[in-house]
């Protein structure tokens, strides 16, 4: 791959990160359901598999939509900030010897990363033009790229789970599936539901979505604003660092890590329209059901009409593809997105 | 010419002519540092500053003049690259051949996108041509005969008979660098001819240009498709350059840096990209031969100019534009 990074980095000695195609290259705990068995379980397995994928999207997308619907700021390093979350429960739980603490611990460290990053580079950004959003925060993703190198070092590091949580659990009858995925599905719901009612039962909650609808409004009615942006962009990190955690256990934590899925991320917010919650959870669903079924399903059925190899390698370009298509026919029939954020 | 070095509004000489022609000279001298220092990798580098600057400054015609910020433009600097590197791999060695497939492919590439993007706004134009060059990357990634995920090598450059010699390092030097000035001189007379008139007035009020009569989506489209074709050429160079193509040519950190340059030259700048190429490129370079750590400089650098510059390089050195 050195070959081709062509611009940033390119004569310099550095390994470029690598870049695997899509978010879930490795399934080391996939379930006992073979693959060559087209059964409904296998298809269970799948959805299940797709929910899960999608509930952690909806971590990352959540707060990437409320930092873009309120403080209207394209956020590139919100996948540094999965990253760094990820790293952080690595290196606490090492400490601690326990992944839960080493959770705990990581998501308050990466809560304080994200405001601070908010009061000393972000809020200055604010006022600027989207391709200045660009700019700014791909450097910040470069910075924090380097500096997880220097402190992490190169190599990735791995999140190892308790050992109960690494069992497979017969769900249903000749369908065994892991604890540790089924959890991530259970926690990530509870999140949604504590996020939703955040939003929709508090005092912060009703600031941010009114500063969703209209941020001059609640700044002129004397809201302290740069102390709710600052929460926003707080809260939207730690969800970010949660995400990163969460997922660490089962893909490698490495650098980079963050920034295919930032763009699944991104696909999410425009598909379930700019500052919506509720459409950053459809759309993460969706979006994560949409990749995994096509990743499982469309080699074989492509294998009905052409050669083995062949379906599998276009089956493979085809099904990464999917989710773009879904996000293009989406934007050709609501061109803002399933659920724009209500009265704009 | 001296309206072109200048591209400014204005008539009055300023330091932005001496800049530009400054930098034009430094381009032109280049192999003969190399030659007297005996440093071949200055070559390879400043020919990677042409090409990129020559891909940037396709991206700027877009989004600097016309306002269609694309987040895809890597996508046509590969596909001009698999285009050489495909037909060379059947055997078709020839440049007549496969420069003219590169634009062309590209082109239609553009024409495609850019008729189903233009419909979209704002942010949306944005991801929608990121989704785009993420399923040409994809589509890249599955073309198992072309090397798929790991690339491809591209063992003989594209062959001109006995008119140009791809492999004469300085000939291909200069060969970038003239068409790098000739796209810098074909976006100037378009930006300043009544259909780079009608881009910009897209740009700056799209329904008053429709209310007066300009069918502005066609304008647009036109405009797009002739970005990529452009960009193409860049990727054929490419291509030629590093003798390589793989996916992670279009991988979207790619357009991020491609859209980087032409942020940080001045997008209202006709030498803008070339100048955010250059600086980029060379500020890289010389960072990674002091530190290991580069990018902890470079990075919050970038962030740096979004917050505090207006107008990106260009604009510090020309003080505040008229006009």
């Known amino acids: 791959m050195q070959g081709a990074s062509l611009s940033v980095g390119a004569p310099s000695p550095q390994p470029s990160p690598r870049w695997g195609e899509g978010v879930r290259t490795s399934k080391p705990d996939r379930g006992d359901v073979r693959h060559d068995d087209k059964s409904m379980l296998y298809f269970i397995e799948q959805f299940l598999n797709g929910i899960q994928l999608g509930m952690l999207l909806f971590l990352l997308a959540a707060g990437l939509t409320l930092i873009f619907g309120i403080m209207d700021l394209v956020n590139l390093a919100h996948g540094s900030l999965y990253m760094i979350g990820a790293y952080f429960a690595a290196t606490f739980a090492e400490w601690t010897d326990s992944f839960v603490l080493g959770a705990i611990f990581a998501i308050v460290a990466t809560l304080a990363v994200g405001m601070a990053l908010e009061v000393i580079a972000m809020r200055r950004l604010y006022a600027r033009s989207h391709l200045d959003h660009v700019l700014g925060t791909f450097g910040l993703l470069l910075f924090f790229n380097e500096l997880v190198r220097l402190i992490w070092g190169p190599a990735g590091m791995t999140l190892s789970l308790p050992g109960e949580m690494l069992k497979a659990v017969e769900i249903l009858p000749g369908l065994f599936y892991p604890v540790y995925r089924l959890v991530i599905i259970a926690v990530t719901l509870a999140v949604a539901f504590l996020l939703y009612a955040l939003v929709m039962r508090t005092r912060l909650g009703m600031l941010i979505r009114a500063g969703a609808s209209n941020r001059e409004m609640v700044g002129a009615l004397g809201v302290n604003i740069k102390l709710l942006y600052t929460m926003v962009f707080g809260l939207g990190a730690a969800l970010a660092g949660f995400a990163g955690l969460m997922q660490a256990p089962i893909l490698t934590v490495q650098i980079g890590m963050g920034e295919n899925i930032l763009i699944l991320a991104f696909v999410v917010i425009i598909i379930g329209g700019i500052g919506s919650i509720r459409g950053a959870f459809v759309a993460a669903l969706l979006v994560g059901l949409v990749d995994t079924v096509g990743r499982a399903f469309l080699p074989d059925l492509l294998h009905v009409y052409l050669s083995e190899s062949a379906a599998a390698s276009l089956g493979r370009a085809l099904s990464s593809m999917m989710i773009y298509m879904v996000m293009a026919l989406v934007l050709i029939v609501r061109p803002e997105g399933l659920f724009p954020a209500a009265s704009k | ?323």
Request: hydrophobic share 55%.
């Open chain 2, 1 to 323: 010419m001296k309206g072109l070095l200048e591209t400014s509004r204005g008539s009055r000489p300023s330091p932005r002519l001496a800049v530009n022609a400054g930098l034009l000279v430094i381009l032109a001298l280049a192999p003969l540092y190399a030659a007297l220092t005996g440093d071949p990798f200055a070559m390879t580098l400043f020919t990677r500053v042409l090409i990129l600057a020559l891909a940037a400054l396709s991206l700027n015609l877009i989004m600097g003049f016309g306002g269609m910020v694309s987040f895809g433009h890597a996508a046509y600097l590969g596909i001009g690259g698999y285009a050489v590197g495909i037909l060379a791999k059947e055997g078709i060695g020839s440049g007549f051949v496969q420069w003219p497939v590169a634009i062309a492919a590209a082109a239609l590439y553009a024409l495609v996108v850019g008729a189903l993007s233009l419909r979209t706004r704002g942010v949306y134009f944005i991801m929608i041509t990121l989704a785009f060059a993420q399923m040409t990357y994809y589509v890249a990634i599955g073309l198992d005969r072309y090397g798929g995920d790991d690339g491809l090598t591209i063992y003989q450059r594209s062959r001109f008979g006995s008119l140009l010699d791809l492999d004469n390092k300085i000939l291909f030097y200069y060969l970038c660098f003239a068409l790098l000035l000739a796209g810098i001189y074909l976006v100037w007379r378009l930006v300043n001819s009544r259909f780079g008139l009608v881009i910009q007035g897209a740009r700056s009020n799209e329904r008053r240009m429709r209310a007066i009569g300009f069918a502005t989506y066609r304008y647009k489209l036109v405009c797009f498709v002739i970005a990529g074709a452009m960009c193409g050429l860049a990727g054929a160079l490419l291509a030629n350059h590093t003798n390589f193509i793989s996916p992670a040519m279009m991988h979207w950190t790619r357009s991020g840096d491609l859209m980087i340059m032409a942020v940080l030259g001045g997008m209202q700048a006709m030498f803008g990209p070339l100048l955010g190429a250059m600086t980029l490129l060379l500020l890289e370079e010389s960072l990674s031969r002091v530190t290991d750590y580069a990018n902890l400089v470079l990075g919050p650098l970038l962030l740096f100019v979004a917050i505090y510059v207006n107008g990106g390089i260009d604009g510090l050195i020309g003080g505040v534009r008229h006009g």
